[in-house]
T-cell receptor
């Protein structure tokens, strides 16, 4: 149980284009989903927290107009990197938190974004 | 400020050589402390949640313990397949979103 998927696993795009990454909780309903960014040999950096049906809460320094987050259902959240630039190249990971009293977060396998 | 510090940054062990990873934390009320394993190019895999001082949890060769200031991940007789980065994270009781604060991780290499 507690499986989270991400799609795509890898994506290469040209500078100036937009890329959408999907995060799905496969066997549970996620009231809250989180988006992280991870640089090589570094820990996870929280970008934003999203709750189903409401606007995402962004961490300080994260541009909300550049990283659009939509949490349209209890099993799906999307991250859209708009007008991507090479410095946006990174490993993006989502996590999902089941509803109720559970405190655990379950992570997706990550998406490697390369902007050329 | 809530903070998590892991040590050592890297650890090399021979197969069968037991050791411990440390996670020190400062948080304004602990809701939970979490251990994850991350393999290169993959997302973190959940291992344990600890909620209160004195609590211990075990899974195969791994055992996690918790005090009021730190947590240890004990690895008994490790095998090469235990090689990975181990991440520790805390959730503050004050958080109403479930936000996790991560340490920098300990990269473990187990040589045969």
């Amino acid at each position: 149980g507690a499986v989270v998927s991400q799609h795509p696993s890898r994506v290469i795009c040209k500078s100036g284009t937009s890329v959408k990454i999907e995060c799905r909780s496969l066997d549970f309903q996620a009231t809250t989903m989180f988006w992280y960014r991870q640089f090589p040999k570094k820990s996870l950096m929280l970008m934003a927290t999203s709750n189903e049906g409401s606007k995402a809460t962004y961490e300080q320094g994260v541009e909300k107009d550049k990283f659009l987050i939509n949490h349209a259902s209890l099993t799906l959240s999307t991250l859209t990197v708009t007008s991507a630039h090479p410095e946006d190249s990174s490993f993006y990971i989502c996590s999902a938190k089941p509803g109720g009293s559970s405190y655990e977060q379950y992570f997706g396998p990550g998406t490697r974004l390369t902007v050329t | 400020e809530d903070q998590v510090t892991q040590s050592p940054e890297a650890l090399r062990l021979q197969e069968g050589e037991s050791s411990s990873l440390n996670c020190s934390y400062t948080v304004s009320g602990l809701r939970g402390l979490f251990w994850y394993r991350q393999d290169p190019g993959k997302g973190p895999e959940f291992l344990f949640t600890l909620y209160s001082a004195g609590e211990e949890k075990e899974k195969e060769r791994l055992k996690a313990t918790l005090t009021k200031k730190e947590s240890f991940l004990h690895i008994t007789a490790p095998k090469p397949e235990d090689s990975a980065t181990y991440l520790c994270a805390v959730q503050a009781a004050s958080s109403n979103t479930g936000k996790l604060i991560f340490g920098q991780g300990t990269t473990l290499q187990v040589k045969p």
